[in-house]
């Protein structure tokens, strides 16, 4: 019997040492992708174009209000509450045209980044393949990883493989 359990023993040993196992840090590796990095640049700069266009059609809206009120003074009380209620739809109007433009923004800002994350994962797959690796693990903020030793950590040679992929 003691025989038994030892042959059991070594040969679990022995499994558990030929799989290879390394993990990355997915926080580390998002932050120093080039090509994610990009992405987020882009969006950015269509945001802020996004919000000075929502400024300025709001700053001469308010003009037209005031105008507007201004001149409401002098007419019939019904017939400015019929051009204030124009004024309330056109301002509605513009409120959903603007906010749908920033749907459509974020929507496609989205649908870039989930492809940069599956193109990482594909990476990842493959270089886990090449190298002979049973496991990656991910690892960082909401990762599986708690503790990992830094031999094992592949993060960075990862950042390199899809940052010198980008640049091609």
Request: hydrophobic fraction near 35%; charge should be positive; charged fraction near 25%.
């Amino acid at each position: 019997m003691k025989k038994l359990v030892m042959l059991l023993a070594v040969v679990l040993m022995a499994s558990c040492q030929q799989n290879k196992i390394g993990f990355v840090d997915n926080v580390k590796l998002m932050d120093k992708y080039q090509e994610k990095l990009d992405i987020e640049a882009k969006f950015k700069t269509k945001a802020e174009t996004l919000n000075k266009k929502r400024d300025s059609i709001s700053q001469a809206f308010q003009i037209e209000v005031q105008a507007f009120q201004a001149k409401a003074q002098r007419m019939a009380q019904s017939k400015a509450q019929e051009e204030y209620g124009l004024i309330q739809q056109r301002g509605q109007f513009m409120g959903q045209q603007l906010q749908q433009e920033e749907q459509q923004l974020q929507a496609a800002g989205q649908t870039e980044m989930d492809s940069v994350i599956t193109k990482v994962k594909r990476e990842i797959q493959a270089y886990g393949k090449a190298n002979g690796y049973t496991y990656i693990l991910g690892g960082g903020d909401g990762g599986s990883v708690l503790y990992g030793a830094e031999a094992q950590d592949l993060t960075e040679e990862i950042i390199k493989i899809l940052n010198d992929s980008y640049k091609k």
